[in-house]
T-cell receptor, first 112, second 116 residues
């Protein structure tokens, strides 16, 4: 069964810094991997989706990578802003009728 | 992008009552819908998978008689929490996948259930 781990659990950095969030998964037969953002008490906002055949995806200041062989994905946030403060979740899918297996998230605080 | 709408966003009920949460795909047909539950400071946990027109598949440890799931159409799935108790208080989120082969899941806004 897929297990997803996120490190660190919490991170606080000054505004403007570049940062990396880490995600690892146990089953390399992953169909795709998604990164989400969750604001307190809110639903999920999909940030990036990486298919198993892809190595990275970029959207604005966000870049996500996927290395199936090592079971890792990273989310890179460039030039962080206070508005980036949220919990970031990664989740892997086995495809087909499988739902997503979520990590516990990284709680990110960007200090103004 | 595809939009999934969930209703209600918040509900407070008395212990012993039943609560229904709706999940609708607004601009696409959702062949499969998933229901997740999130306890405070915990990650989302998959509860069940529902395919239109068939019985839902429940994850281990999830009581199917307590959490009734109906996926009667390609745009609507409902989760009914029967005889709710305070320990059922949680954040419930649905997601849906359409006919695209990317496997991307689209999420509703979530429903905060508080059982008094």
């Amino acid at each position: 069964k897929q297990e997803v781990t996120q490190i660190p659990a919490a991170l606080s950095v000054p505004e403007g810094e570049n940062l990396v969030l880490n995600c690892s998964f146990t089953d390399s037969a992953i169909y795709n991997l998604q990164w989400f953002r969750q604001d307190p008490g809110k639903g999920l906002t999909s940030l990036l989706l990486i298919q198993s055949s892809q190595r990275e995806q970029t959207s604005g200041r966000l870049n996500a990578s996927l290395d199936k062989s090592s079971g890792r994905s990273t989310l890179y946030i460039a030039a962080s802003q206070p508005g980036d403060s949220a919990t970031y979740l990664c989740a892997g899918s086995g495809g087909g009728a499988d739902g997503l297996t979520f990590g516990k998230g990284t709680h990110l605080i960007i200090q103004p | 992008g595809a939009v999934v709408s969930q209703h209600p966003s918040r509900v407070i009920c008395k212990s012993g009552t039943s609560v229904k949460i709706e999940c609708r795909s607004l601009d696409f047909q959702a062949t499969t819908m998933f229901w997740y539950r999130q306890f405070p400071k915990q990650s989302l946990m998959l509860m069940a998978t529902s395919n239109e027109g068939s019985k839902a598949t429940y994850e281990q440890g999830v009581e199917k008689d307590k959490f009734l799931i109906n996926h009667a159409s390609l745009t609507l799935s409902t989760l009914t929490v029967t005889s709710a108790h305070p320990e059922d208080s949680s954040f419930y989120i649905c997601s849906a996948t359409g006919t695209s082969n990317t496997g991307e899941l689209f999420f509703g806004e979530g429903s905060r259930l508080t059982v008094l």
